[in-house]
């Protein structure tokens, strides 16, 4: 078993696992926080934004490239982004690509564009359709972009002339950053996904078995089971024991793996998701009753739902419930509406809604009551704006997105707040280009990814691995939070594991016209065996014993097995007993370490006697040796 690390962060994972012949794709993650490099783009004209990209550079070689702003530097080139590194990969021996969520999806039409790829891809349906929803977001927010195509400062002899607080994009391998895929690469990557069930079983090439468990993170997240007739390879990521909309972590079927793979944990160990929660609807009860906005830079699926939900009832509690809610994204109806009908992906309580018959999500009935409202962008929002109010929006990063318009306009008013709950992005440096401003900025991060105190009673007492593997940063053990388990082996960005699986067996199906031509004997109760003689097929990864053709038995090529076999253990009373009336007299049975000893001391015979095997040690004739074997065979089960 061979698992090599094709990404550098084990929150944006992409895993190369190869199992006996075939070679699995374990996610295929997007990092896009380099975009926090970038000068933010409206969706609307600002002066602002347009007059620093009409700068000139502070040094002539990055040719007008790069912008100063409150004494940190900019890029203004085109926004690239940092796809999974599959240089050394020959991706046509990628035989199957498995997604465990949406999160872990957004760098997959990169790969299908590459030529020689064949693979299928595996995700859950509520998978594909929130990846779908995550990318076309990201294109349109993307779109509005189009600026200098300028790569010169991603040239090795332009690094004596980047400014400190850029170099270090270099060790990011900013030659290997592409720009953003087209709709029509989205396209052809989703037409090759299959859709599975949780629970289901897939069976690649003949080779491995996989089977998508549900890892209560996000609607449709799996971890992934990889199994062959005696190896068990476990891929644990995004997984949440919380108690949310969700279907819980199911448990059960990762315990007792060979080699375990763990990956996605709290990006905010120390935030616990429930009071961030809970800080949220406070703070923005607080705004809103004092006359002032509330921005939440959001994704469009995903924690919102959960926001939504308890925001409308904390403001309803509290006296607030004619505020408006206002989600603005170019996906917002479509994610909604997503959301409501992946009953069977949802939380028991959830699915219960539906056969009332209600909505599984508050957010269906605020919307029909018109206290949430959703718009595909700001031009749309600004017929209905009502203030104050609250404004679900993207990018989370803050560098497009209808973000950067409505906190460039509320950024003057101190009565104003923007609420981060996106960990991914250090919220002071998304923040930095839009300083100096009044308006109050608070970090409430929501990750309900394991925490490294659950990751560590899940991992010791209910999946108990034969091996753990997972990232270094998990196992600094200087650190308040780290993970640590009695056989652990860390990875590093690109390295390539060999991980050794004690594999003795494999299975062999019998084919039927021979099966029915076996007789089993009974050996004891419940246990019968019978003798087979068969020809062993491989073909396609699959093992199959068939019978052996009646003419090439032939003189020249006799049967593999004797016309009778001997089975059973050997009882050693019955044993002297059938020695004696052969005509051994003199016996003397002694004990040994894992057995009997006969002595037969007129013949100088020694019969050694142990649950696995019997031997018999004469120097006298073969005729003394024909004897013993007939009484051996006298206390036995012929077949």
Same mark, same amino acid.
């Given at each position: %078993?061979?698992?090599?690390?094709?990404?550098?962060?084990?929150?944006?994972?992409?895993?190369?696992?190869?199992?006996?012949?075939?070679?699995?794709?374990?996610? +295929?993650?997007?990092?896009?926080?380099?975009?926090?490099?970038?000068?933010?783009?409206?969706?609307?004209?600002? *002066?602002?934004?347009?007059?620093?990209?009409?700068?000139?550079?502070?040094?002539?070689?990055?040719?007008?490239?790069? $912008?100063?702003?409150?004494?940190?530097?900019?890029?203004?080139?085109?926004?690239?982004?940092?796809?999974?590194?599959?240089?050394?990969?020959?991706?046509?021996?990628?035989?199957?690509?498995?997604?465990?969520?949406?999160?872990?999806?957004?760098?997959?039409?990169?790969?299908?564009?590459?030529?020689?790829?064949?693979?299928?891809?595996?995700?859950?349906?509520?998978?594909?359709?929130?990846?779908?929803?995550?990318?076309?977001?990201?294109?349109?927010?993307?779109?509005?972009?189009?600026?200098?195509?300028?790569?010169?400062?991603?040239?090795?002899?332009?690094?004596? #002339?980047?400014?400190?607080?850029?170099?270090?994009?270099?060790?990011?391998?900013?030659?290997?950053?592409?720009?953003?895929?087209?709709?029509?690469?989205?396209?052809? +990557?989703?037409?090759?996904? /299959?859709?599975?069930?949780?629970?289901?079983?897939?069976?690649?090439?003949?080779?491995?078995?996989?089977?998508?468990?549900?890892?209560?993170?996000?609607?449709?997240?799996?971890?992934?089971?990889?199994?062959?007739?005696?190896?068990?390879?476990?891929?644990?990521?995004?997984?949440?024991?919380?108690?949310? #909309?969700?279907?819980?972590?199911?448990?059960?079927?990762?315990?007792?793996?060979?080699?375990?793979?763990?990956?996605?944990?709290?990006?905010?160990?120390?935030?616990?998701?429930?009071?961030?929660?809970?800080?949220?609807?406070?703070?923005?009860?607080?705004?809103?009753?004092?006359?002032?906005?509330?921005?939440?830079?959001?994704?469009?699926?995903?924690?919102?739902?959960?926001?939504?939900?308890?925001?409308?009832?904390?403001?309803?509690?509290?006296?607030?419930?004619?505020?408006?809610?206002?989600?603005?994204?170019?996906?917002?109806?479509?994610?909604?509406?997503?959301?409501?009908?992946?009953?069977?992906?949802?939380?028991?309580?959830?699915?219960?809604?539906?056969?009332?018959?209600?909505?599984?999500?508050?957010?269906?009935?605020?919307?029909?009551?018109?206290?949430?409202?959703?718009?595909?962008?700001?031009?749309?929002?600004?017929?209905?704006?009502?203030?104050?109010?609250?404004?679900?929006?993207?990018?989370?990063?803050?560098?497009?997105?209808?973000?950067?318009?409505?906190?460039?306009?509320?950024?003057?008013?101190?009565?104003?707040?923007?609420?981060?709950?996106?960990?991914?992005?250090?919220?002071?440096? *998304?923040?930095?280009?839009?300083?100096?401003?009044?308006?109050?900025?608070?970090?409430?991060?929501?990750?309900?990814?394991?925490?490294?105190?659950?990751?560590?009673?899940? $991992?010791?007492?209910?999946? /108990?691995?034969?091996?753990?593997?997972?990232?270094?940063?998990?196992?600094?053990?200087?650190?308040?939070?780290?993970?640590?388990?009695?056989?652990?082996?860390?990875?590093?960005?690109?390295?390539?594991?060999? %991980?050794?699986?004690?594999?003795?067996?494999?299975?062999?199906?019998?084919?039927?016209?021979?099966?029915?031509?076996?007789?089993? /004997?009974?050996?004891?109760?419940?246990?019968?065996?019978?003798?087979?003689?068969?020809?062993?097929?491989?073909?396609?990864?699959?093992?199959?014993?068939?019978?052996?053709?009646?003419?090439?038995?032939?003189?020249?090529?006799?049967?593999?097995?004797?016309?009778?076999?001997?089975?059973?253990?050997?009882?050693?009373?019955?044993?002297? /007993?059938?020695?004696?009336?052969?005509?051994?007299?003199?016996?003397?049975?002694?004990?040994?370490?894992?057995? #009997?000893?006969?002595?037969?001391?007129?013949?100088?015979?020694?019969?050694?006697?142990?649950?696995?095997?019997?031997?018999?040690?004469?120097?006298?004739?073969?005729?003394?040796?024909?004897?013993?074997?007939?009484?051996?065979?006298?206390?036995? #089960?012929?077949?």
């Amino acid at each position: %078993m061979k698992l090599q690390v094709l990404s550098g962060s084990p929150n944006h994972p992409s895993f190369l696992l190869r199992l006996q012949k075939c070679v699995l794709l374990i996610d +295929c993650s997007l990092d896009i926080r380099n975009l926090l490099n970038y000068i933010p783009v409206s969706t609307v004209y600002s *002066a602002k934004w347009d007059n620093l990209l009409q700068c000139q550079s502070f040094d002539p070689v990055l040719n007008d490239v790069m $912008v100063e702003l409150f004494s940190q530097f900019y890029l203004t080139s085109d926004i690239e982004y940092q796809p999974v590194n599959l240089t050394l990969t020959d991706v046509s021996q990628i035989d199957a690509v498995l997604i465990s969520s949406y999160h872990c999806i957004l760098g997959l039409p990169y790969l299908t564009q590459l030529a020689g790829f064949r693979a299928s891809i595996y995700v859950t349906e509520p998978t594909m359709i929130f990846a779908r929803l995550l990318m076309d977001e990201l294109i349109d927010m993307n779109s509005f972009c189009s600026r200098r195509d300028d790569t010169t400062w991603k040239k090795a002899d332009t690094l004596d #002339h980047l400014p400190h607080s850029l170099r270090h994009l270099f060790g990011k391998r900013p030659h290997l950053w592409k720009k953003l895929y087209s709709r029509d690469a989205v396209e052809d +990557c989703f037409a090759r996904m /299959k859709l599975v069930a949780f629970s289901e079983k897939s069976v690649i090439y003949g080779c491995v078995t996989v089977t998508a468990c549900s890892s209560g993170y996000c609607l449709g997240s799996a971890n992934w089971i990889v199994e062959t007739g005696h190896e068990k390879f476990v891929y644990v990521a995004s997984s949440s024991t919380l108690t949310t #909309h969700l279907r819980s972590l199911d448990q059960p079927p990762l315990r007792h793996a060979d080699v375990m793979l763990l990956s996605c944990l709290t990006t905010s160990p120390s935030h616990s998701p429930n009071d961030m929660v809970g800080k949220f609807c406070v703070a923005a009860a607080t705004t809103l009753s004092q006359g002032g906005n509330v921005l939440v830079p959001v994704y469009p699926t995903g924690i919102i739902y959960d926001l939504i939900e308890c925001l409308s009832i904390h403001l309803e509690n509290s006296g607030l419930a004619n505020m408006p809610i206002y989600f603005v994204s170019p996906v917002a109806k479509r994610s909604l509406q997503h959301s409501n009908i992946f009953s069977e992906w949802l939380s028991l309580s959830k699915q219960t809604r539906v056969y009332l018959p209600e909505a599984p999500f508050v957010h269906a009935e605020l919307v029909r009551n018109g206290r949430l409202k959703h718009f595909d962008s700001i031009a749309a929002l600004s017929s209905e704006f009502k203030l104050p109010c609250v404004v679900f929006t993207g990018h989370p990063s803050l560098r497009f997105g209808p973000v950067v318009h409505l906190l460039e306009s509320w950024a003057t008013s101190q009565n104003n707040v923007v609420i981060f709950t996106e960990p991914e992005f250090p919220y002071l440096e *998304a923040l930095a280009p839009f300083q100096p401003m009044s308006m109050k900025a608070v970090y409430y991060p929501i990750n309900t990814a394991l925490s490294f105190n659950q990751a560590n009673t899940l $991992v010791r007492e209910a999946l /108990k691995p034969r091996h753990l593997v997972t990232s270094r940063h998990y196992l600094d053990a200087s650190s308040e939070f780290h993970l640590s388990y009695n056989s652990v082996t860390s990875y590093d960005e690109y390295d390539t594991l060999e %991980m050794a699986v004690d594999r003795r067996f494999d299975t062999v199906e019998i084919d039927p016209k021979l099966a029915r031509s076996l007789v089993p /004997k009974e050996l004891c109760p419940g246990v019968a065996a019978a003798p087979i003689n068969g020809v062993l097929v491989t073909k396609n990864n699959h093992h199959t014993l068939e019978a052996v053709d009646a003419s090439l038995q032939t003189s020249k090529r006799p049967s593999l097995f004797p016309r009778q076999m001997a089975a059973g253990s050997v009882d050693i009373e019955l044993l002297q /007993k059938h020695l004696r009336d052969a005509g051994f007299s003199e016996l003397k049975l002694e004990p040994t370490e894992s057995g #009997h000893c006969i002595h037969l001391e007129n013949e100088d015979t020694l019969i050694l006697i142990d649950e696995a095997s019997t031997h018999v040690r004469c120097s006298s004739s073969e005729a003394v040796r024909s004897r013993v074997k007939l009484c051996l065979l006298k206390c036995l #089960h012929l077949l």
